[in-house]
């Protein structure tokens, strides 16, 4: 069949597909454990919840702005003043269905095909496959001391004149590792110097543990408002556990928000109008949800890496924030891919291969389920893999 090539380079996303695998064994009857998602399992805010159900109680169904309602906007407004001590206005932020089309979104407003996207591995499975969508090429960073830590050369010793986006996740997908602030800093530094795009995505930004502060990456910029290429991403999906309504947002200098919403408003006349209310619940309403989803992540994460310490084969670094670790399982077999098969077939536990996120050897384990299956899961991983022990 003569697809595009744009369509054969790209990959199905590997975690949704694990999510329809998980389904599937699921729906056979299999005692099937999913240590593989990326999602919490709470429900969606109550305030979320009621403000969805007022919308649609009012009747209302016409096209609303591509870019987001004013309600949303102005909440999100709020948000980044509250979090980033950034007073913006609404033609400076964009509302799109998830981080995910925000991310792209920004990609399509800057990136030209051939051009290059520097990002930190281990990576967000998507952003490759996102610059590829474009023609554009990723660059992942790995870096060089063996940590997940990147230092300011493992970015720098990657720019070409053919550069011109860094991407930055921190808390990071799938490590969970936190950059320093003085790493964040020298990041937006250079790339103010070297006049580079910086998407900075803080989906995970409040989701960090052992009383960690979130990071305002606003602080070391001296390029503000309308000359800042700073493009800040920032979402409901995984502090408000509402990974299913699909709203992200952007916050970014007047002409690249107006680009986004002019390749947005084609591509599906923006998010809707619905999820977009619940949205606006979500952020104005009460926000004790945040802090006690935060907190059982972190009891999560020490439950799991205490029991991953107990392998014979295992190295893992303890996560900063996120609901992912991502441990180093080469001891046992140093292509992730048939571990991760391995698992499902012996013992039916879902884990990611490392490869996905470019670092084979390591698979990423989710802590965001419950603590049984946390537990039931690792104790089978054991079995499986240190059967003496
Ligand atoms: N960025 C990172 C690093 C993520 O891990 C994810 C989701 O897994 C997203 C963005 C996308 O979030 P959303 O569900 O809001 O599209």
Known sequence: MSLSLIAKSIKPSPTLKLNEKFAILKEKGDPVIHLGGG????????DAMLAAIAHINTGEVRYAPADGIPALKQAIIRYTEEFYERKVRPENVIASSGAKQAIMVALQAILNPQEEVIFPAPYWVSYPDMARLIGAIPVPAL???GTFYPSIKDITDRVGSYTKVVIINSPNNPTGAMYSEDFIAEVVEFCEKKDLWLIMDDIYHRLIFDGRKPINCYKYAKKLDENSK???????????????YRIGWAVGNKKVIEAMANIQGHQTSGPSVILQKAAVGALNGIQSGVESLRATLENNRNVMISLLNSFEGVRVTKPDGTFYC???FSAYEKDSNKLSEFLIDKVQVLTVP?????????????YCGSIKDIQEGIERMKWALDPNS
């Not at 700073?230 to 299913?244: D, E, H, P, R």
């Not at 490392?354 to 989710?366: A, C, N």
Request: glycine share 12%.
């Open 230 to 244: 700073i493009i800040l991403i920032n979402g409901v999906s995984k502090q408000y556990a509402m990974t299913g």
């Open 143 to 145: 870096p060089e001391d």
């Open 326 to 328: 991502f441990a180093d």
């Open 354 to 366: 490392g490869k996905e996120f470019g670092l084979d050897g390591y698979l990423r384990l989710s």
């Open 39 to 46: 999602e919490p399992k709470s429900k969606a805010p109550m």
